[in-house]
């Protein structure tokens, strides 16, 4: 895969984002207006651990166009375990994967997880587009309630399938803020809503990175016994510091992270 082709799956990815997020949109639009170019600082994917569709199968098309591996991260309370990719070039945003321990589940879940996963057709799995190719099965709205008792995180990933779950704006290089504070509170003023799990503000310059993010958005979904409201996607964003050798720091905070992981909960 080359350049133009990575910038392609990446734009494909932020428009089927702002399908699930419309609320994203009107945060850059509203951004933009002093800040003619925004960074993304990563993405981030879902999904769980079988072979077929792990972290490695979705990481593929980034590898492929020289994206490499640069850390993971465990999630011991979530039962998650992530991996993240970085490109030579720091234009290009980080891509954030984790996939669920599915024996972590009870085996009614984890029956019904292998259950979901086996109508997806084989000729799917490895394509470029699959990271963002949505859901592929049928699933009841029960069978949805059943995994949200368990792990919200795993009702996500078999409501909405394959597809981005965040993207990420890199404060550090906009003109309009110039602190994680400062964003936030642009963006409550303009009445969104963020994630307060752990706080409003993860990590901060002790850890290199301080992160917030909205409270994930409630779309309509059609399941296969009624449509109902549930919640979808957020908009995330980041602060990093530089490190004692003068770098900013690229990586994650497992603790920052873990909360928020936190901003697709149902509330």
């Given amino acids: 895969m080359n350049k133009a082709d990575i910038f392609k799956l990446l734009n494909d990815m932020w428009i089927d984002y702002l399908r699930l997020n419309p609320e994203a949109q009107k945060i850059h639009q509203l951004l933009q207006r002093q800040n003619p170019i925004i960074i993304n600082d990563h993405i981030a994917l879902r999904t769980f651990d079988i072979e077929s569709i792990n972290i490695e199968v979705l990481a593929a098309p980034f590898l492929s166009a020289g994206y490499y591996w640069a850390d993971e991260y465990h999630f011991p309370v979530k039962h998650l375990y992530a991996k993240h990719l970085q490109h030579i070039d720091t234009k290009l945003p980080k891509v954030f994967i984790s996939q669920l321990l599915t024996e972590s589940l009870n085996q009614a879940n984890q029956t019904l997880i292998h259950n979901l996963i086996s109508q997806i057709p084989k000729a799917q799995i490895g394509q470029t587009d699959f990271c963002y190719s949505g859901r592929y099965w049928n699933l009841s709205y029960a069978d949805y309630q059943q995994l949200l008792v368990q792990s919200e995180y795993a009702a996500w990933v078999a409501a909405f399938g394959f597809r981005p779950n965040h993207f990420t704006i890199f404060i550090n290089q906009l003109d309009s803020h110039n602190s994680i504070e400062s964003i936030n509170d642009f963006l409550k003023a303009e009445g969104f809503k963020l994630n307060s799990a752990g706080g409003e503000i993860k990590g901060g310059a002790e850890e290199y990175l301080a992160q917030s993010s909205t409270l994930a958005n409630s779309i309509s979904v059609q399941f296969t016994d009624r449509t109902a409201e549930i919640p979808s ?30 901003s697709t909960h149902t509330r």
């Fill in 233 to 262: 996607c957020y908009y995330e964003f980041a602060q990093r510091f530089p490190m004692p050798d003068g770098s900013l720091y690229q990586g994650f905070v497992a603790a920052s992270a873990d909360k928020i992981f936190e």
